[in-house]
Structures are given as structure tokens and as C-alpha cells.
């Protein structure tokens, strides 16, 4: 991060390049942990991208467009389970990782108060946030943070998770509210299901060594269906989102098992009408009463030493709390001050995270290998003997480039000292020298893509990063963009994940791969899927297995099976199709009528992710008519820009990308959405809608969300995603939330579902008959 006190101002053309590299590489870190959990950077490393696209968009605000990073928080939609739309948005919060830091924001906090301030500190533990939401004292719905405002639907989980009561004690519950928490496995449980883990695991191998199988194909299975969990983190979200009703056996044991190992604190509220409280800390009590499990470990402070002295004293202890924890949440304690404060796109502004230092280990480096990404990006992996640091086992750090495996001062065969960044991201700080022995030897940048050749360079002058050019065919971009189509934020295609992804475009045999690119995927047949063979590699270091009697490379395949008895005695006696090469194709066919904006994000267009892609979906209809819109059409739409804009019009622009566009077409994609009227209210002119701007809000009854602006934009209308004075109607739901709030004291018209339904029928007129009268 660059200090402004330190250096020149940038002029206006400088700082735009800037901003653009930088939203970029925003746009990637979130894309790849939210998408592909794969290729992350450190919290620091991120953090300073945001610091210094902060401050440019602070110089220069004509840079902060409606695509910035610093507006948005990021997270992809699943289909695994049903979408929940929040009543209040689940925002995330702002980071500190030093006491001067902290102390700092404090400090600006309490002026903005502009009077004196009563803090709450709690300890942030470290798992995975949920809302539950409770109608007259009844839970209705429990879900996950999502993007925000949409999470998925974990109700037929959250019900068996220990602390979550189906109805709260007490009476005089309101009508509808929100509760915040967070979903944790205690470090003893944690401990105890992996334990469990390895008793199915032993279990799995006696049974099948029992009936014969080889006990190292036996151990494979038993590994691949009962894993060692890394961390209690991921075992809690994982726990939580699991489809245990899809479970059978010993998986629904192990399934049930991780459910009943979950436990809840609740540490807020989000959607609820005028609460009987004034303070944070009082929520808390009343929280308690209803039955909800809060934490014992929080206090409130009336300066910022007692802040400061909460931090010290739980960064010395943080290891006896019940639970695993990476820091501090520091809040304003006043409820009323929250609202005064107020909030980012992306967090409030009466509350802020501390970040512990994260634990540091000791390891050997073994060697340093180069990866090629989805995006030709050629990035140096640091792979080291296994060390567990932060509570998980840690093989692997991303170096990022050459010009930083050169700043660490790393050499082959060195001890390393390796942390986990804000106790998440693996990351290796630097040599132990005064332990080298003279073995140790420099690493080398190849000058030419390990996966397929091509010469390694910079995608433009000036940048660092070393990208193969060799976009269309290198089977490492295949396989990184084939595996991102299935992807949750993408087609969420289940069995099209990395090892499937790997098979189609880079099997070792056959020599041709069915996949050359990504505009064959919905072309794929058994016939292309039962011959493919892979080869067996170690988990460890990646090497091929070797077959300890025939000295062979193990290889094996992952679409193909022998006939069975009864198969063989109806004369079926050649490999036949997996149960893997069967729900492949029978999850491709399903996703070619997946919405729009999937699509979009499957093409793997740079910075079109979950939310630009649903813009665009929604204003323009099809593919066809977003190739077709201009620069300025493109930026116009909310929550696109120009950096999108430039993007898509540079990725249609490419011949064998509209290949992949006509080929997916071709095969039955559904690459438009049914019915669109075309790009935006404009296509819709003479409209009972045209030229009327509407907010829908909350559950309206008979429209799912995407339906209820799809019905907007359809009549004419523009299905505008905020409420402001321009908005003319705005259709709320139960859990409407915060912008039925504002409606109001704009002095808006609010209409019900019924109304909303006449709106986008009959247009607005017809709600002026005295049988429509207005909420």
C-alpha cells in the first residue's frame, strides 16, 4: 500500500491505471475464494488493495464506479439450496490488524458520535455467520450471510444445531425479527469428529478388505468418503450446508455427527422494528431471555484503554476459549448512535474487527513450482514439508511472483518461517539463515508455460505478473475455466468440479482430450467420457503413483465401470458408464436452462461476476443483445461501469470466444431469459411500466426475486435495486426491511404483493380505482 505522505499525488490518468489494476485484482481475490476457493491472498495483501483503492477514489472520486470493489460485498449464490432474500443486508466489516490502528478508529468513531462513546467488545470467533429469522417468537428460516442479501436456505439443518430454539421463551416477541450469529464447532468437538472420521475410515477399510477388495484402493475410498477436517472452520460450513437427507449409512451417521457437534452465538439483530432496548449490550440480556445462546466473553468499556485491554488480554488467552478465534469486534455500545454512523456498501461504521497476529511455524522448503491459472496467470507455490499452523495442516503457499519469491529472500531447501495471514491464508514470511548448510539452492522463473510452452510474458507493460499469452488452448486455462463453469458462482454444476474438470481436458489417455476448450462442454457424450483414464498422483507431492508389483503409473478411470453379474449374463461384457459419467451429463443437460446471469459468469468474462452478470441478465435479456449494446449502453446499467463495459466488449471481440457462444447454443443452452422484452426499458417503450421506476422489496407473494424484477422490466418499468426520491412505487413483502423504512420517510407509495401484481398487469393508473387503495 502506497502512503500518500510518502509520494507524489498521482495525476488523474495515473491514478485511473491504478485503480483499474487494482479493482482487477479485488475483482480475481474474491472471484477465486468465493468461486473456486482457490488462489487467495493474504488478508494484509487484500486489505492494502482496498486501503489504496480507497484513497484514490478519495482523490479522484470520478474513479469510484458503480463496479468498484469498495462498494460491494462479494459471495456467490448456490442452488443447492433455496435463496433467502435478507430483510437487512448482512454486511461484512472493516479490519484492523494493530492497537494504534484500532485506537485510531475509536477515536474517529466517538468524534463522529460527537459525544462520548460506551464500547462493546466481543471476541469475533472464528465461523460461519447466520441469520435466523423469527415471526411471533416462531423461527421461519435460517440462512447464511450469501452476498448480503441473499443467502441459502439452512433451516432443515439449523433446527438440529444445539442453542437453536424452534420458539423463543418468553412472550411479546415481535412480529418479525433477525437474529445475527455465528455457527462454531468448540475446539474439543472438533477434536472428537475427527476422531470419528477415523473410526469410519478404519471401519470402511476392514468391511471392504473383508470382501476382498485391494486395501490400498479400500484406504483411497475410505479417505475420499470420510476426511480428515483441516479446521473447525470448514467443518462448521460445510456441517451446516450439507444435504444430510440425501445421506445414507455410515455418511448419514458421520453427517448427523458433524450437525450435533455445531453450537450458536447469537451477537445481534438485523431486520426489527423499533426494539425495547437502547444498547448493544442490552440486546444481549434480552437475547438470553428468549432462550438464544449469547457469549460469556464479552465487555463493555467506557474509553479505549478498556478496548485496548480487552485485545491484549485475549490475544494472550486465545487459546483457552471454548471455541477457535482470529481477533476482536469492537462496537459502538448506543443502538441509536448505529443508525447516526450508519454504514458503507460493504460495512457499518459503528463497528470494526482486530485481527490477531496469526501464529507462526517452522518448515522446510522443498521446492518452489510454478501454477498455471484460468487466467494465464503463472504464479510460484512455495511446497513445504507439512506443518500445522493456526489449527490446520498447511502443505502449500502461494509466492504470488517472481519478484516476490526474490523480496522474501527464499531458497530451495531452506527452513522457512510460515504464518497463516489473519489465521486463514497460508503464507511464508521469510529464511531462517543462520540454518542454512550451503545446499540451498535459487529458484528459477521459467521463461515458458510448464503446461503447454508458450512464452511467458507480461499481459502489458509494466505489470509484474508473468501470464501464458496461449489463452484458447493451454490445458491449464482449459481446465481452471472448465472448472469455474461448475462452480457455485458459476453453473454450480456438483459433478463438475477440479477433478472432473482435470479428466476432460487433460486425461492421460486418450492423447486428444475431449475437451480442447470449454465450447465443447455441452456437446460431451458417454462415448467421449467411458475411454478417459487419469493418472494416479500422490496427495503430497504430486507425483504419479507407482504400483508397487508392476512398477507401473496407477492409473485409473473415473468414467468407466466393469458390467456386473447380471449385466454379463445378458451378455454385456465391455466397460459400461459409470454412475459419475451418468450424473455428468445428466447435470449438464440441467444446467442449460439455468438462469441468464449464470451463464454469463460461466463465459469467463474478466470481472463479470454474480452481481454485474444479474444486471446485465436483467436489463438486457440475452447474450445476443448484450454483443450487441455499446460501450455507453453497457456502462449505464447499474452495477456494471466502464472496467466491466471494456471487459465485455474485448471478450466478444475474440473469434473463438463467440465460437463458445454459438457452440453452447447450439447444443441447447438457453442463453437469454424467456419472454425478455430486450435491453431495458427502452425496448419496452410503450409499456404500462414505461418510464416508471419501481423497488420490489421482501417476500411478495406469487414472484421470487429475479421474477418480481423480471416483471418490472418486462412491463416497461425499471426495476431500480435502491430506494430513492426518484423511485415512484415501491412493492414491499414481509421483510422488507430497511428500504420500506426509507419509503416511508420519503414519503413514497408503498404497494402490497397484490397491488404490485395489478402495477406490472394494468400500470399505474389502475391503482387509482377505489378498489386498489395503497398500503
Known sequence: MTDAADSPLPTLDSARAEAEALTGQILDARDAYYGRDAELVD????????????????????????DSPTLTVGAAESTMFAPVEHAERMLSLDNVFSPEELAEWCVKAQASAGRAVRWLTELKIDGLAISLRYENGVLTSAATRGDGRVGEDVTFNAVRVTGIPQRLSGTGHPAV??????????????????ALQSRLRDQVVADSTARGVDEEKATRSAQRRFPAFANPRNAASGGLRQQLDKKSGLEHEAGLARLQ???LYVHGIGAWQDPPVAAQSEVYALLA?????????????????????????????RHSVEHEIDGVVVKVDELALHDELGATSRAPRWAIAYKYPPEQVNTTLLDIVVSVGRTGRATPFAVMAPARVAGSVVRQATLHNQDVVKAKGVLIGDTVVLRKAGDVIPEVLGPVVELRDGSERAFVMPTHC??????????KEGDIDLRCPNTRTCPAQVRGRVEHIGSRGALDIEALGEVTAAALTQP??????????EAALFELTLEQLVPIEVVVRNAETGEPRIDQTTGEIVRRAPFRRNPSAAEKREGLTGPQPSAQALTLLDELEKAKTKELWRFLVALNIRHVGPV??????????????IRGAGRDQLAAVEGVGGIIADSLIEWFETDWHADIVARWEAAGARLEIPGHPGPGAAAAAGGVLDGVTVVATGSLEGYTREGAQEAIIAAGGKAASSVSKKTDFVAAGPGAGSKLAKAEVLGLRIIDAA???????QGPAALEAPDADAV
Not at 483503492?53 to 464506479?65: H, I
Not at 510448464?450 to 499481459?459: D, I, K, R, V
Open 43 to 66: 488478508d494484509a495483501t487484500y486489505d492494502g488493495w482496498m486501503h489504496r483503492l480507497e484513497e484514490l477514489e478519495r482523490l479522484y472520486p470520478e474513479l469510484q464506479g458503480q
Open 177 to 194: 425479527v433477525e437474529v445475527r450469529g455465528e455457527v462454531f464447532i468448540p475446539v474439543a468437538a472438533f477434536a472428537e469428529l475427527n
Open 261 to 263: 457437534s455445531l453450537r
Open 289 to 317: 431471555e428468549w432462550g438464544l445462546p449469547t457469549s460469556p466473553s464479552f465487555r463493555t468499556a467506557d474509553d479505549v484503554g478498556g478496548v485496548l485491554d480487552f485485545v491484549a488480554h485475549h490475544g494472550e488467552h
Open 450 to 459: 510448464p503446461e503447454c510452452g508458450a512464452a511467458l510474458a507480461p499481459a
Open 508 to 517: 492421460s489417455s486418450p492423447q486428444a482430450p475431449p475437451l480442447e476448450s
Open 612 to 625: 454485474a452478470a444479474r444486471a446485465l441478465a436483467q436489463w438486457f435479456g440475452s447474450v445476443a443483445a
Open 755 to 761: 397491488q404490485f401484481k395489478v402495477l406490472v398487469e
